[in-house]
């Protein structure tokens, strides 16, 4: 069964920095587009970053220049690099992989980590 397993998430200061990471496990697959996803408080979940199979990213405008990503594809992780956080970066993140096999393609979804930035 394939799990998506984020960590990282946690209190930090206006101004510190987290890495998130999210390993994929569990069965026979290759990923495709792997990224971070993020759900404020009674707000829509939207878009942070994602990284292609061909190293290809994409970012939220609001976290250009602050946040990395990255992939380990060895390790089946993806990480995030979240530097100079700011109050409204506070949310849930979730990473999201598209898993694909010979006959078969998914999208799974990690059930996500809290990261708070204190102002």
């Known amino acids: 069964q394939v799990q998506l397993v984020e960590s990282g998430g946690g209190l930090v200061q206006a101004g510190g920095a987290l890495r998130l990471s999210c390993a994929v496990s569990?069965?026979?697959?290759?990923?495709?587009?792997i990224g971070w996803y993020r759900q404020a408080p009674g707000k829509e979940r939207k878009l942070v970053a994602t990284?292609?199979?061909?190293?290809?990213?994409n970012y939220a405008d609001s976290v250009k220049g602050r946040f990395t990503i990255s992939r380990d594809n060895a390790k089946n992780t993806v990480y995030l690099q979240m530097n100079r956080l700011k109050s409204e970066d506070t949310a849930v993140y979730y990473c999201?992989?598209?898993?694909?096999?010979?006959?078969?393609?998914?999208?799974?979804w990690g059930q996500g980590t809290q990261v708070t930035v204190s102002s």
């Open positions: 990284i292609s199979e061909g190293d290809n990213t």
């Open positions: 999201s992989a598209e898993l694909f096999g010979s006959t078969w393609s998914r999208a799974y």
């Open positions: 569990g069965g026979t697959f290759s990923i495709s587009s």
